[in-house]
Structure formats: C-alpha cells, structure tokens
C-alpha cells in the first residue's frame, strides 16, 4: 500500500505563505503524478497543482497560478507546495493524492491538512 502524509498548514493573514508537504511510502514504484486538491467548506474538492516524477511537467489551477508552485524532491520521496500571496479564499483542507503509472484517477489520498488565511 501507499501513504501520504501531509503537513505544514496552519493559519496566516492574506498575503502571507505557507509551505504544505507530502511524504509518500509504502509501493511508490509505479506512481506516476502528485496532486494537491483542496476542499473550502460547503464546496467541492477541487484540483489545486500536479507534479509529475520522472519528468519536469507541472499543471495549475488557474486560481492559483502565479500564487503557488508545487516541487518535489525525489530523494525524499516528497512533494512541495508552496503558497504566496494568499488569499481568504484559499482557505479550505488541503489533500495531497498520488496517481499510478497508466490511471488517470488518484488513487491515494492523504488525511489532509487545514489552511485558514485570515482577511
């Protein structure tokens, strides 16, 4: 099996940053992508950034592009994101998700980690 541990969140005024990580063990052998999705109270989860291993490919939603930038280090078997200029609305629970080798569903998901920007 595969885990995902997520950690680094917590409350900030809007402007601050955040750096959130991830940390992934067990069978990583065939993961393929990183996600990192978020869910504000009463919404829908929704795609935040993806990361790909083996290649420099990376994707935005478009409400935070610019704002934030996922990284990985592949020693560490973690993924990176990094929040600049927050915004209230980026207030939500956020959720590391790993994907397989030939899926296009993220099959691992994390425990989360709360994110309160405050206005």
């Known amino acids: 099996q595969v885990q995902l541990v997520e950690s680094g969140g917590g409350l900030v005024q809007a402007g601050g940053s955040l750096r959130l990580s991830c940390t992934v063990s067990?069978?990583?052998?065939?993961?393929?992508?990183m996600g990192w999705f978020r869910q504000a109270p009463g919404k829908e989860r929704e795609f935040v950034a993806s990361?790909?291993?083996?290649?420099?490919?990376?994707g935005y939603a478009g409400s935070v592009k610019g704002r934030f930038t996922i990284s990985k280090d592949n020693a560490k078997n973690t993924v990176y994101l990094q929040m600049n200029s927050l915004k209230p609305e980026d207030t939500a629970v956020y959720y590391c998700?790993?994907?397989?080798?030939?899926?296009?569903?993220?099959?691992?998901w994390g425990q989360g980690t709360q994110v309160t920007v405050s206005s």
């Open positions: 998700a790993a994907r397989r080798s030939g899926t296009i569903s993220y099959d691992y």
């Open positions: 067990g069978r990583t052998s065939n993961m393929a992508v």
């Open positions: 990361i790909w291993w083996s290649i420099e490919s990376t």
